[in-house]
């Protein structure tokens, strides 16, 4: 479990209150509640009254840069100057909190990605796998399996709390049920933060890259994949629930 996947049982637990809904519905509450949570906590972490005078005071700047009209460049400096170190200031003073305050919310959507972004396939569904390089497996058990072209499997995916192992010549280098996800591949450094929940491919196994065919979930009926996805519907509702609380609130 990598880092941002610490809260997941939290959600699990709390999705189940949203169980009645749609999954469409279901994800749409959970941006809204991202949007929420992460502008609340962005307010209470920045100083708004400082960052409130500093947006009046670059907007007094620019307009006095804006509105010149003298022919001197040596009086112009001052007011560019001025201008962009208040601008800096500004970026200075919200970076810090708009950080600390993502955090929590990406946490949140590594959770999304995982519980919204493929379809589960049913116990008994045959799917398609393909393995990088070409490696001769042995299946357990080895019914669940047939072999097509070198490098590719059909594989019937297993009934819930079993899982499929796939050994080569070194060891067991995968399986395949523990987790949903459409690669497994070794451990990579930016797995500490985020895991893959599909599990990994054993280092010293002479695989490099497993790919199941998994049916990723479509939330809209229209425009390329990444909107039909979950990523265009959540983002979408992220934004407007951002928005929204940032205007009824007057975040700075």
């Known amino acids: 479990m990598g880092l941002f996947d610490l809260p997941s049982p939290i959600f699990d637990q709390l999705n189940k209150l949203l169980s009645f809904l749609p999954m469409t519905l279901q994800l749409i509450v959970?941006?809204?509640?991202?949007?929420?949570?992460?502008?609340?906590?962005?307010?209470?972490?920045?100083?708004?009254?400082?960052?409130?005078?500093?947006?009046?005071?670059?907007?007094?700047?620019?307009?006095?840069?804006?509105?010149?009209?003298?022919?001197?460049?040596?009086?112009?400096?001052?007011?560019?100057?001025?201008v962009l170190k208040l601008s800096g200031t500004h970026l200075m003073r919200v970076t810090l909190p708009a950080i600390v305050s993502s955090l929590p919310a990406l946490s949140l959507i590594v959770w999304v990605s995982n519980n919204y972004g493929y379809e589960a396939p049913a116990s008994g569904d045959i799917i398609a796998v393909s393995i990088s390089p070409d490696t001769q497996l042995t299946w357990n058990p080895a019914s669940s399996v047939l072999a097509g072209n070198p490098g590719e499997y059909e594989v019937t995916w297993p009934e819930v709390a079993e899982k499929i192992e796939a050994a080569d010549q070194q060891s067991t280098a995968f399986s395949i049920g523990t987790g949903l996800a459409p690669v497994i591949h070794k451990p990579l450094w930016w797995n500490m933060l985020i895991a893959n929940?599909?599990?990994?491919?054993?280092?010293?196994?002479?695989?490099?890259?497993?790919?199941?065919?998994?049916?990723?979930?479509?939330?809209?009926?229209?425009?390329?994949?990444?909107?039909?996805?979950?990523?265009?519907?959540?983002?979408?509702?992220?934004?407007a629930a951002s928005l929204a609380v940032k205007v009824i609130f007057k975040i700075n």
């Open 30 to 82: 959970w941006a809204c509640v991202c949007g929420i949570v992460s502008m609340y906590l962005y307010k209470i972490m920045s100083a708004q009254e400082a960052i409130g005078r500093l947006k009046a005071e670059s907007i007094a700047a620019r307009k006095a840069l804006s509105g010149y009209e003298g022919t001197e460049f040596s009086e112009a400096i001052p007011l560019a100057v001025n």
């Open 197 to 239: 929940p599909a599990g990994y491919l054993d280092e010293k196994s002479t695989i490099e890259l497993v790919q199941l065919e998994l049916t990723p979930h479509e939330y809209l009926p229209f425009g390329p994949d990444w909107l039909r996805e979950w990523p265009g519907l959540f983002f979408i509702a992220l934004i």
